[in-house]
């Protein structure tokens, strides 16, 4: 069935990329950041808090298992829903759906919209692994804000909530978003009383229950023959979250058909066949060490951890895969699949890696890795490449695997081989693995990220027209060429051919000059460079676009460099590899944040909208970095007086709240009751509330250009240029200076929309006058 009231399709954008926040079981949880934890306290927990969201999560200790809990539902409100509210509970397998109060999606399958909540229930609604032909619902939420119940089964309850960062604080059990994982233990939340169950007063559920502090229980809290057993019984598993997940709810419970249901949740997640060769305890490499056989791949990826103690002369041999039914060394196809050692006298890693054509091909990274610490370690073979990883950074790549070796036999793994001495080291976590597909590319967000070389971001969609754009904070120089960002269609060559930058950026030897690189037909290497150098320690705001013939870069507003040449440009590509920084170079000395990637248009940097829309209540625009000085302009073109006040724009640091707090008008424009007279409110110190109120009306049916600014002390509103309103320089003396990106609503969401269009938006940070 399908029901349906008044639909209004907002199109809204955010700064940096959604992340999704998985809950399931009993429950375990992997954050925003990706922290893995787990949670047994019962009743109503912050899953996420925050001003745009609020999402309660409901957990429950079920009789059977009394040191254990399950999420058995969750709810959801704040200002995303504009005042609305929708819970979900699941009672044994039977989910019901309410949304104020009234139940909806009951029959299966059937759909619900309204302006606000878009939503059905139907087999397979999310594209993940864990939905595939379960009944599920999907809950589409304003602000690019998306619920998924992925499965329900018995009391169990698998979500994922998939959001983009919104401006202000955001915390709950799910993290606190913030780009750092270390923060988001269940420790941390306790301190930041995240473990503290909800109250009644704040509960969104339709009935409140009370509950009991999540308790912080880890592995010491199971003896030491439970322990033993729950390894036992979920071994094989990945090393992953699940593996722990397994161990936890064994040892626990005491329940031993959790392993299944847990290993059936890591192949319904994962998809691929993982085999665990040597597990978190050290192992010390001796040669002919047989470690057992595997199930071979023609694309797979091998992991481990290894601490190296010392250097022996001669190939040190680490870990050999190789193939049947006669197992040699070398070097016919199918002896090294694959292989690695340590170079003679060194730590410096030695892969060798079949492929068809090739027994003894390969790459060699060219650091060595430190003696007495640990490193990780990934070769991965997928056509048409190889990498080697060290530490997540891409160490080595070699292009040579267009035509991969197909295993014939089980695979025998020894560490190390009995060809060559052992090498002087212990290794654990060894993973091997069906390849992974390359993940795709995340952007950079706003917390700011130190360049790291060989740091692969994944896979991306390119335009033929594009804006790049990023905030780099340069830290010092190298004293070679130091990459900063690197997109290419071949992860193992720098540059030689068109796609190889597409675009890539550096720093010039010894300075923080941009060096611009933008591939082109029969000119591969064009590009652009600035003149003017970026300061030290200063954030710059970073444009590149291409548009038409022209590639041209920005600093903040201001055009520093321009190549007309771009009368053919690079196509658009399905599937281009991006870095920060890449293999080849240094990495640059600087932090990037706030990157962003969208088509090329030719209005001018700062604008939140540029043709004439028409206002609608609680349209969520995005957000924009905030100053104490600053200039809003626009174009309004009124075509009625309504009752009441009619917002037009309204920027906040709290999107939770209409006024009248410091920061949340910054500014807030109105009309008038039963009028086209503006109302101007921003922020100072004394006063969350004050502004400027101009004598005139606008005309009906005839746009206006208005600019409001603050700086000097006193607010100025211009129409058509003149000045309609100025406050005495004392009034914004000391005018709200913003600490985090501030959110921007036209029109807002606590007042009806005024009956006019919006043209040309534009913020501008201002200097101190």
Same mark, same amino acid.
């Given at each position: 069935?399908?029901? #349906?009231?008044?639909t209004?399709?907002? #199109?809204?954008?955010?700064?940096?990329?959604?992340?999704?926040?998985?809950?399931?079981?009993?429950?375990?949880?992997?954050s925003? $950041?990706?922290?893995?934890?787990n949670?047994y306290?019962?009743g109503?927990?912050?899953?996420?808090r925050?001003?745009?969201?609020?999402?309660?999560?409901?957990?429950?200790?079920?009789?059977?298992?009394?040191?254990?809990?399950?999420?058995?539902?969750?709810?959801?409100?704040?200002?995303?829903?504009?005042?609305?509210?929708?819970?979900?509970?699941?009672?044994?397998?039977?989910?019901?759906?309410?949304?104020?109060?009234?139940?909806i999606?009951?029959?299966?399958?059937?759909?619900?919209?309204?302006?606000?909540?878009s939503?059905?229930?139907?087999?397979?609604?999310?594209?993940?692994?864990?939905?595939?032909?379960?009944?599920?619902?999907?809950?589409l939420?304003?602000?690019?804000?998306?619920?998924?119940?992925?499965r329900?089964?018995?009391?169990?309850?698998?979500?994922?909530?998939?959001?983009?960062?919104?401006?202000?604080?955001?915390?709950?059990?799910?993290?606190?978003?913030?780009?750092d994982?270390?923060d988001?233990?269940?420790?941390?939340?306790?301190?930041?009383?995240?473990?503290?169950?909800?109250?009644?007063?704040?509960?969104?559920?339709?009935?409140?229950?009370?509950?009991?502090?999540?308790?912080?229980?880890?592995?010491?809290?199971?003896?030491?023959?439970?322990?033993a057993?729950?390894?036992?019984?979920?071994?094989?598993?990945?090393?992953?979250?699940?593996?722990?997940?397994?161990?936890?709810?064994?040892?626990?419970?005491?329940?031993?058909?959790?392993?299944?249901?847990?290993?059936?949740?890591?192949?319904?997640?994962?998809?691929?066949?993982?085999?665990?060769?040597?597990?978190?305890?050290?192992?010390?490499?001796?040669?002919?060490?047989?470690?057992?056989?595997?199930?071979?791949?023609?694309?797979?990826?091998?992991?481990?951890?290894?601490?190296?103690?010392a250097?022996?002369?001669?190939?040190q041999?680490?870990?050999?895969?190789?193939?049947?039914?006669?197992?040699?060394?070398?070097?016919?196809?199918?002896?090294?699949?694959?292989?690695?050692w340590?170079?003679?006298?060194?730590?410096?890693?030695?892969?060798r890696?079949?492929?068809?054509?090739?027994?003894?091909?390969?790459?060699?990274?060219?650091?060595?890795?430190?003696?007495?610490?640990?490193?990780?370690?990934?070769?991965?073979?997928?056509?048409?490449?190889?990498?080697?990883?060290?530490?997540?950074?891409?160490?080595?790549?070699?292009?040579?695997?267009?035509?991969?070796?197909?295993?014939?036999?089980?695979?025998?793994?020894?560490?190390?081989?009995?060809?060559?001495?052992?090498?002087?080291?212990?290794?654990?976590?060894?993973?091997?693995?069906?390849?992974?597909?390359?993940?795709?590319?995340?952007?950079?967000?706003?917390?700011?990220?130190?360049?790291?070389?060989?740091?692969?971001?994944? #896979?991306f969609k390119?335009?033929?027209?594009?804006?790049?754009?990023? $905030?780099?904070?340069?830290?010092?120089t190298?004293?070679?060429?130091?990459?900063?960002?690197?997109?290419?269609?071949?992860?193992s060559?720098?540059q030689?051919?068109?796609?190889?930058?597409i675009?890539?950026?550096?720093?010039?030897?010894?300075?923080?000059?941009?060096?611009?690189?933008?591939?082109?037909?029969?000119?591969?290497?064009d590009?652009?460079?600035?003149?003017?150098?970026?300061k030290?320690?200063?954030?710059?705001t970073?444009?590149?676009?291409?548009?038409?013939?022209?590639?041209?870069?920005?600093?903040?507003?201001?055009?520093?460099?321009?190549?007309?040449?771009?009368?053919?440009?690079?196509?658009?590509?399905?599937?281009v590899?991006?870095?920060?920084? $890449?293999?080849?170079?240094?990495?640059?000395?600087?932090e990037?944040?706030?990157?962003?990637?969208?088509?090329?248009? #030719?209005?001018?940097?700062?604008?939140?909208?540029?043709?004439?829309?028409?206002?609608?209540?609680n349209?969520y625009?995005g957000?924009?970095?905030?100053?104490?000085?600053?200039?809003?302009?626009?174009v309004?073109?009124?075509?009625?007086?309504?009752?009441?006040?009619?917002?037009?724009?309204?920027?906040?640091?709290?999107?939770s709240?209409?006024?009248?707090?410091?920061?949340?008008?910054?500014?807030?424009?109105?009309?008038?009751?039963?009028?086209?007279?503006?109302?101007?409110?921003?922020?100072?110190?004394?006063?969350?509330?004050?502004?400027?109120?101009?004598?005139?009306?606008?005309?009906?049916?005839?746009?206006?250009?208005?600019?409001?600014?603050?700086?000097?002390?006193?607010?100025?509103?211009k129409?058509?240029?003149?000045?309609?309103?100025?406050?005495?320089?004392?009034?914004?003396?000391?005018?709200?200076?913003?600490?985090?990106?501030?959110?921007?609503?036209a029109?807002?969401?606590?007042?009806?929309?005024?009956d006019?269009?919006?043209?040309?938006?534009?913020?501008?940070?201002?200097?101190?006058?």
């Open positions: 069935t399908t029901t #349906t009231t008044t209004t399709t907002t #199109t809204t954008t955010s700064t940096g990329a959604p992340k999704t926040c998985l809950a399931w079981g009993d429950p375990h949880l992997v925003f $950041d990706g922290r893995k934890m949670y306290g019962s109503e927990f912050y899953l996420v925050s001003t745009q969201i609020t999402i309660q999560g409901r957990y429950e200790i079920l009789p059977k298992w009394p040191r254990a809990s399950v999420m058995t539902g969750f709810a959801v409100g704040g200002a995303a829903l504009g005042g609305n509210r929708l819970v979900f509970d699941n009672d044994d397998g039977v989910a019901k759906v309410h949304y104020n109060g009234k139940e999606l009951g029959e299966f399958p059937s759909t619900f919209d309204d302006e606000i909540l939503a059905r229930y139907d087999k397979t609604v999310s594209d993940h692994q864990r939905a595939r032909n379960q009944n599920g619902y999907l809950f939420l304003p602000n690019g804000i998306t619920l998924a119940v992925l329900f089964v018995s009391k169990y309850t698998d979500l994922t909530i998939t959001m983009p960062r919104f401006a202000g604080s955001v915390d709950g059990h799910c993290g606190n978003f913030n780009g994982s270390s988001d233990t269940s420790s941390a939340l306790t301190m930041r009383g995240m473990n503290r169950p909800v109250d009644e007063q704040h509960s969104l559920f339709r009935t409140h229950i009370p509950g009991t502090d999540s308790p912080h229980l880890d592995i010491s809290d199971c003896d030491a023959d439970a322990l057993r729950a390894r036992e019984v979920c071994d094989g598993m990945d090393v992953d979250h699940h593996y722990d997940a397994c161990i936890f709810d064994v040892c626990i419970t005491g329940d031993e058909e959790l392993a299944h249901d847990e290993i059936a949740l890591e192949e319904l997640a994962d998809g691929w066949f993982v085999q665990r060769l040597v597990r978190e305890e050290a192992m010390q490499i001796t040669q002919g060490n047989f470690l057992g056989r595997v199930q071979g791949f023609e694309e797979y990826e091998l992991s481990f951890d290894i601490t190296p103690k250097k022996q002369s001669g190939w041999s680490i870990v050999h895969f190789t193939d049947g039914p006669s197992y040699k060394n070398c070097c016919s196809e199918g002896d090294r699949v694959p292989a690695v340590f170079h003679t006298g060194s730590t410096r890693l030695h892969v890696a079949s492929r068809r054509g090739g027994g003894n091909d390969g790459c060699d990274p060219k650091q060595e890795l430190p003696l007495g610490k640990t490193s990780n370690i990934r070769v991965k073979v997928q056509y048409p490449y190889m990498l080697v990883f060290i530490d997540n950074k891409v160490a080595c790549v070699s292009g040579n695997y267009g035509l991969g070796y197909k295993p014939r036999e089980r695979l025998a793994v020894l560490a190390g081989d009995s060809w060559h001495k052992a090498a002087d080291a212990t290794v654990s976590n060894m993973v091997y693995q069906k390849a992974r597909s390359f993940p795709e590319g995340e952007l950079i967000g706003p917390v700011p990220i130190a360049l790291e070389k060989g740091q692969l971001l994944g #896979t390119t335009l033929e027209e594009f804006e790049l754009k990023f $905030d780099v904070k340069p830290l010092g190298q004293p070679s060429q130091s990459s900063l960002l690197h997109f290419t269609k071949d992860l060559r720098n030689g051919k068109e796609g190889d930058t675009p890539a950026i550096w720093f010039h030897k010894d300075s923080t000059k941009l060096h611009i690189r933008m591939s082109r037909p029969g000119a591969h290497n590009g652009c460079d600035p003149a003017e150098a970026l030290l320690n200063e954030v710059t970073v444009s590149v676009k291409l548009v038409g013939s022209a590639l041209t870069v920005a600093y903040g507003d201001k055009e520093v460099c321009r190549n007309e040449k771009y009368t053919q440009r690079h196509p658009a590509e399905e599937k590899y991006g870095y920060s920084a $890449d293999p080849w170079h240094l990495p640059a000395k600087a990037l944040s706030n990157m962003v990637y969208q088509k090329g248009v #030719t209005w001018p940097v700062g604008t939140l909208i540029k043709e004439p829309v028409k206002l609608v209540r349209t625009l957000t924009v970095q905030g100053a104490k000085n600053f200039e809003l302009s626009f309004v073109k009124p075509f009625s007086k309504l009752s009441g006040w009619g917002s037009i724009v309204h920027i906040t640091a709290d999107s709240r209409d006024c009248c707090k410091n920061g949340d008008r910054l500014p807030g424009i109105w009309f008038h009751h039963r009028s086209t007279r503006l109302y101007v409110r921003s922020g100072d110190e004394t006063n969350g509330d004050a502004g400027c109120q101009p004598t005139g009306e606008l005309p009906l049916n005839e746009e206006s250009a208005v600019a409001v600014r603050v700086q000097g002390g006193k607010m100025v509103v129409v058509a240029g003149e000045v309609v309103c100025e406050t005495p320089t004392t009034k914004f003396a000391k005018p709200y200076e913003p600490t985090d990106l501030l959110s921007v609503f029109a807002d969401p606590w007042y009806n929309a005024a006019a269009t919006l043209g040309r938006l534009v913020y501008t940070s201002l200097p101190d006058a």
